[in-house]
Nanobody, 117 residues
Framework: QVQLAESGGGLVQAGGSLRLSCVVD????????MGWYRQAPGKQRELVAQ???????AYADNVKARFTISRSHLRLAVHLQMNGLQPEDTAVYYC???????????WGRGAQVTVSS
């Protein structure tokens, strides 16, 4: 059974930084895209950043200049460096992975990120 293990959430003041990490525990055949989504209270889950197995990266417009996604293929891990955090970044951040063979999606349990003003 595949699990995505997230770490690195927490509480930070506006302007601060946090680093999220996610490691895949298990086997995902032809693992392609890995990334991060977030969901704030009362809002829909939204894409934050994603990176494909060949290094193609996409960011949400409102994080592009502040967040950096990276990936370790050997460890099947993905990281999100978040700088210049603002209160509107407060959300539960979910790790996401998808197989290019089956299209099956995998989700982590979520990591709370809270930014105080």
């Amino acid at each position: 059974q595949v699990q995505l293990a997230e770490s690195g959430g927490g509480l930070v003041q506006a302007g601060g930084s946090l680093r999220l990490s996610c490691v895949v525990d298990g086997i995902i055949p032809m693992l392609n895209t890995m990334g991060w989504y977030r969901q704030a209270p009362g809002k829909q889950r939204e894409l934050v950043a994603q990176i494909s197995s060949d290094g193609l990266i996409a960011y949400a417009d409102n994080v592009k200049a502040r967040f950096t996604i990276s990936r370790s293929h050997l460890r099947l891990a993905v990281h999100l460096q978040m700088n210049g955090l603002q209160p509107e970044d407060t959300a539960v951040y979910y790790c996401h992975a998808q197989s290019s063979r089956s299209g099956e999606e995998f989700w982590g349990r979520g990591a709370q990120v809270t930014v105080s003003s």
